[in-house]
């Protein structure tokens, strides 16, 4: 349980500065300096992909932690906190709290960047746009930040 804590910990750190770039994303936007978007683009895409690098790991990981509580493979983070002895359940339950905070703080920032990359496209000259469409400048980076696997895991 105790590297899997630290596993815990360690996305925790990754989804904050994930966080951060997609707050630091939205400023960007929001100050309408366009120069700078396809920069922080890829800040989140980066920190996106350090966070699913942290996956399998987080599985290989979770699925020791559930042999030794006793559980099938990949429970999910209540499943394997609920099958816990203490202290580990408290943990347990104290990272999933915060990687769900987490996680929704980052999917709602990145709905608002995507309203605000929506919104900069309907406003500027269709030459504009496709000048940002062959230099990489998408909305990939505001869209489905969050992994699929991840939110499985904390359901």
Partial sequence: MEELSLV???ERELLDTL???VE???LVLASGRAR????TAQDVAAARTTVGETELLRAVVTDEAAAAAGLAPGPTLRELAEGSDEPWR???TDHRDALVALTRSIAE?????HDLVAAGRSRTPLRVQAREADSGATLGSAVHVVQASLADFLR
């Fill in 8 to 10: 815990l910990w360690r």
């Fill in 36 to 39: 700078w978007h396809a920069r």
């Fill in 24 to 26: 630091l994303e939205q």
């Fill in 109 to 113: 920032r990145a709905t608002g960047n």
């Fill in 90 to 92: 408290t943990i347990l």
């Fill in 19 to 21: 966080l951060y770039r």
